[in-house]
C-alpha cells in the first residue's frame, strides 16, 4: 500500500515553554516542546524556530513520554535563508527591474541583466556585474525587484525531518540541538571599607545571547566547569549590535546551585526572556562581612621562576629583579567566612570606600577560576605604591665547575606607609632539583621543591634587609 505523505509545518515559537542549559564555552543545549500529529505512514515535517547556530547532527526529536517511537527516515538542515545576494544568483542570464531615485527622490525602473550576482555561498561575496544598455556595470544600478517567492524559498533557518509512523499519532514532542552563540560568565564586585580586611560581595552572572533566536520565558541553567567540546573548524564572526539588560535579584534563592557529573549547574529560579544579540545580567550570590586581609608580596626572581627541569650553569642567569611589591587579596570561600558555595570562573573587582564622601573608588580587578568551596582564593589586585623590594645577587662561587655552584642574595624591603605592614618574600631555587639553603637571616618555609618564603614584619619607614645562601650539587 502506498504510503501516506502528510505535510505538517510547525511554527518557529514552540508552544511550551523553551528550556535553556549554557555553557560558558560560547554554546548551549536548547530544548523545546514541538506539537505533532502525524499520519499513518510517511511525514515531512518543518521546523524553523532553530538558531542560526545550530549544529544539525545534535538535533535529537523524541517523544517525552516515551508513547510515540519516532522513525527519522531522514532529516535535512537549510541555511540559505533568502537574501538579495541569493536571489540575484538564481536569477542570473536574467533580466530585472531595477528602481532608482532621483535626487527628488522620485522613482524610476532601470531594464538590467544579471551577468555575475556575485553571491559566493559559504564564502567572500565579489562585485555583481549587470548589463544595462548593452554596457557592463560592475555594481547594482539600482534595488532590484525579484519575481514572487519560490515555492522552495526559506526565510529562517529550517529543520526538515521525514518521520515513519505506524498508525496516527498527536502529542508535544521533544526538540533537543545543541547551539553556538550562546555564553555566559560570572561577575564578582568586592567592596571594602577605607581600612580594614573585611568585604562585602555581589556576585552576577551575565548571559549573552547571540544565537540568532529570541527565546521567550526560557527555563535557564547555567553549567559552570570545563567541559570537553571540539570546536568549530570556522569561527563565526560578524558586527552585532549588543544590548544590556540588568535584572537585580533581591531574593537570595533566585539562583540555586547544586552539583552535576564533575561539574556544577546553577538555575535561574524564573523565566527569563533573551532577545537576540542580548546581554542579561542576573545576581547569583551575595555576602557581607568576609574576612580577606591584603596581603604583600615581593617575588624578585619572578621572571626566572619557572623550572624547566634541567642544570642552568650560567652564573649570569637570575641576576636580575624586579622592585615591584604585589597587592593580594586572600579569603577562604567557607561558610565560616560567611561564603562557602562553588563559585564559578569570572572576573572580581575590587572597590574601597572612601570614608570622606562615602564613595567607592577602583582599585583593581583580577581573573577567578573555577573555585570549589572551603579553597583558599588568592587574587591580586595591583602593584604597592608605598612598599617597595629590591633583590640582587651578592656573590657567586663554582664558575666552569662540574661539581657544584653557591650564589648568595640580599633582598631589601622597604615600607613607606604609616602603618606596619607583612611581606612574604618569595624566592626561586631554578638552578637545579639538588639545592641546600647554606646560610639564612630568617626562617623561611619550603613551597614546593623549587620554591621557599620568607615572611617579613616591617615597621613604617623601615628598611628589612633578607640574606641567603644557596648551594647546588651537579652531581
Known sequence: MKALLAVFSVAAVASAQPALTIYNQNF????????????????????????????????VLRDPAGRVQLRILEQSYRADV?????????????????????????????RGKVIRSGYNPGGQSTTPIIEVDGKLRFSLPGEPLFPALAGDGILKPTLT??????????????????????????????????????????????????????????????????VNKMQPME???????REMAVM?????AAVTEKAFDEFHLYSLGRAVTLRD??????????????????VYVYDGGAMFGVFHGGMIRDPGYGTQGNKKVWVMREFKNSEANKLGLPLPKGRMRFYRRDDVDG????TGENELDHTAKNELIRVKTGDAFDVVGERIRTDFQGQNRQDYAEEGFEIRIRNRKA???????????????????????????KKDAQTIEFEIPVKPDEERIVTYRVRYDWR
Not at 560581595?201 to 547571540?210: A, E, F, M, R
Open 82 to 110: 533568502m537574501s538579495q545576494g541569493l536571489l540575484l544568483s538564481l536569477n542570473e542570464g536574467r533580466e530585472l527591474d531595477f528602481i532608482v531615485r532621483d535626487q527628488n527622490n522620485k522613482e524610476y525602473p532601470i
Open 235 to 241: 569561527a563565526r564572526s560578524g558586527a552585532m549590535r
Open 359 to 362: 564613595r567607592i573608588e577602583f
Open 28 to 59: 548551549a543545549v536548547v530544548r523545546e516542546r514541538v506539537p505533532l500529529e502525524l499520519k499513518a505512514g510517511e511525514n515531512a515535517i518543518t521546523f524553523a524556530g532553530a538558531t542560526a547556530q545550530v549544529e544539525p547532527d545534535s538535533v
Open 277 to 294: 544579540r542580548e546581554t542579561k545580567q542576573v545576581e547569583f550570590m551575595r555576602a557581607t562581612g568576609v574576612t580577606a586581609p591584603v
Open 419 to 445: 602603618e606596619p605592614v607583612q611581606v612574604r618574600v618569595v624566592e626561586h631555587l631554578y638552578r637545579w632539583t639538588n639545592w641546600t639553603i647554606l646560610q639564612k637571616s630568617a626562617d623561611f618555609t
Open 161 to 226: 525531518w521525514q518521520l515513519g509512523a505506524p498508525q496516527p499519532a498527536k502529542f508535544v514532542a521533544e526538540l533537543g540541538y545543541i547551539t553556538g552563540g550562546m555564553s555566559w560568565q560570572a561577575a564578582y564586585n568586592l567592596v571594602a571599607p577605607e581600612k580594614g580586611d573585611m568585604l562585602d560581595i555581589v556576585g552576577w552572572v551575565t548571559v549573552n545571547n547571540q544565537s540568532g533566536k529570541m527565546f521567550e520565558q526560557a527555563s535557564v541553567k547555567l553549567m559552570a566547569g570545563n
Open 248 to 252: 537585580a535579584m533581591a531574593d537570595s
